[in-house]
C-alpha cells in the first residue's frame, strides 16, 4: 500500500516554463511533507518542505503548495532551468520530525533547450 | 566537511554471503537512517536509530540487522544476501528537531548474484 504516491513518472518542460510535480498522499497523520531532487549516481538533496498548518511555501524559483482536503501536494519550478533536470521524490512524515520519511517513487523531470 | 559517507560504492556478492554496509557521518546528527532504491519502488526505510543504542525498524526490515554503537557510525549488515537484495541503498541523517531534514550519502550500489 503506497501510502504517498507520484503518479506521474516522467515530465518533459520546455526551458524557462513552468515545472509542476505532483505527489498525493493517502495517510492523515502526516504532517510535515518534503521534496528532494536527485542526480544519477548521488544521493538525493533537500529542497523544499512545508509543514501541515501552512498551505504554502516559497523557496526562489521553488514553490511548495499543500492541499490538506484533497491530501496533494504540488512542486512548481518557476523558471524551469537544464539543470533542474533530475528526478524528484516527494517524501511525508507523521511526526513532524523527520526520522521515518515516507517516500514516493519519483518523477524523472527533463527540461530541454 | 563530508557529510555522509557510505562505503563501499559498489559490492557484488553471491546469494548467502554476508556483508557490512558502511555508514558514517560528521555532523553530530543524532538520527540516522539506512533506505533502498528500487525501481518503480522509490525509497524505501530499512531501519532507523534516534541515537546511539537505540535503533528501530522500517517499512522493509527483515534480512537486514543494524547496530549504533557511536553517534558517527551506523553499519547495516546482510547476514545472507538474497537476490532480493539487489538494490542501491543509502543512508541519510539529521538533527532531532522537528522540521530537520535528512542529508544522504551517495549511495551503495549492490548486486547479488
Known amino acids: 500500500d503506497q501510502q504517498v504516491k507520484q503518479n506521474s513518472p516522467s515530465l518533459s518542460v520546455q526551458e524557462g516554463r513552468i515545472s509542476i510535480l505532483n505527489c498525493d498522499y493517502t495517510?492523515?497523520?502526516?504532517?510535515?511533507f518534503l521534496w528532494y531532487k536527485k542526480y544519477p549516481a548521488e544521493g538525493p538533496t533537500f529542497l523544499i518542505s512545508i509543514s501541515s498548518i501552512k498551505d504554502k511555501n516559497e523557496d526562489g524559483r521553488f514553490t511548495v503548495f499543500l492541499n490538506k482536503s484533497a491530501k496533494h501536494l504540488s512542486l512548481h519550478i518557476v523558471p524551469s532551468q537544464p539543470g533542474d533536470s533530475a528526478v524528484y521524490f516527494c517524501?511525508?512524515?507523521?511526526?513532524?520530525?523527520?526520522?521515518?520519511?515516507?517516500f514516493g517513487t519519483g518523477t524523472r523531470l527533463q527540461v530541454f533547450p | 566537511n563530508a557529510g555522509v559517507t557510505q562505503t563501499p560504492k559498489f559490492q557484488v556478492l553471491k546469494t548467502g554471503q554476508s556483508m557490512t554496509l558502511q555508514c558514517a557521518q560528521d555532523?553530530?546528527?543524532?538520527?540516522m537512517s539506512w533506505y533502498r532504491q528500487d525501481p518503480g519502488m522509490g525509497l524505501r526505510l530499512i531501519h532507523y536509530s534516534v541515537g546511539a543504542g537505540i535503533t528501530d525498524q522500517g517499512e522493509v526490515p527483515n534480512g537486514y540487522n543494524v547496530s549504533r554503537s557511536t553517534t558517527e557510525d551506523f553499519p547495516l549488515r546482510l547476514l545472507s544476501a538474497a537476490p532480493s537484495q539487489t538494490s542501491v541503498y543509502f543512508c541519510?541523517?539529521?538533527?532531532?528537531?522537528?522540521?530537520?531534514?535528512?542529508?544522504f550519502g551517495d549511495g551503495t550500489r549492490l548486486s547479488i548474484l
Open positions: 541519510a541523517s539529521s538533527y532531532s528537531n522537528a522540521g530537520s531534514t535528512q542529508h
Open positions: 517524501a511525508a512524515s507523521a511526526t513532524g520530525n523527520t526520522d521515518k520519511l515516507i
Open positions: 495517510n492523515s497523520m502526516f504532517d510535515y
Open positions: 555532523m553530530n546528527h543524532e538520527y
